[in-house]
T-cell receptor
């Protein structure tokens, strides 16, 4: 069974530009969550999508947005990039059976974004 | 969110058991204790989770204190491939949809000495 895939793996942008990152969850997984990882702040939750709807959101500005498609694939977008947006962006999927006590999240390898 | 406290770093010799502690004194009755680890240049991966009883799987064991205010992840025989950052995370009762958020702390960086 293929794992969570993220594209692209590496990206270099300049300040003010926008970027779109893609995540393909494990087949059959309906929930996709996004995280940002930086050396200073560690791993921080961005948002979660389930059935094409955003179900939970972290404390990030509105420049960070996302969406989920009917096949559960998800994209996140960052507009007006700032230097501080340089980070590893991780996507995680889970089956979301409704019994989260036994559900776990599976992470992709991440997209390394560098903002110059 | 309830917080967890872990040592910043630990070292262990290869092929010896490793005990990684986690304190969670503000845990609520419905919080599950999850452990994830992040190997170098990879995304986090699930290790184990439990509620009250000790748990075992092929990767590790989880020992939970009787009062649930602390827990210990046990790697029975550490290998070099176990070198990673280990995160102890409390996950609330998520039987309702829409609450997949994991709150990661700083974790414990485990170094394995050959």
């Amino acid at each position: 069974k293929a794992g969570v895939t993220q594209t692209p793996r590496y990206l270099i942008k300049t300040r003010g530009q926008q970027v779109t990152l893609s995540c393909s969850p494990i087949s059959g997984h309906r929930s996709v969550s996004w995280y940002q990882q930086t050396p200073g702040q560690g791993l921080q939750f961005l948002f979660e999508y389930f059935s094409e709807t955003q179900r939970n959101k972290g404390n990030f500005p509105g420049r960070f947005s996302g969406r989920q498609f009917s096949n559960s694939r998800s994209e996140m977008n960052v507009s007006t990039l700032e230097l501080g947006d340089s980070a590893l962006y991780l996507c995680a999927s889970s089956r979301k059976t409704g019994s989260y006590s036994t559900d776990t999240q599976y992470f992709g390898p991440g997209t390394r974004l560098t903002v110059l | 969110d309830a917080k967890t406290t872990q040592p910043n770093s630990m070292e262990s010799n290869e092929e010896e058991p490793v005990h990684l502690p986690c304190n969670h004194s503000t845990i609520s009755g419905t919080d599950y204790i999850h452990w994830y680890r992040q190997l170098p240049s990879q995304g986090p991966e699930y290790v184990i989770h439990g509620l009250t009883s000790n748990v075992n799987n092929r990767m590790a064991s989880l020992a939970i204190a009787e009062d649930r205010k602390s827990s210990t992840l046990i790697l029975h025989r550490a290998t070099l491939r176990d070198a990673a950052v280990y995160y102890c995370i409390l996950v609330g009762d998520l039987s309702n949809f829409g609450n997949e958020k994991l709150t990661f702390g700083t974790g414990t960086r485990l170094t394995i000495i050959p």
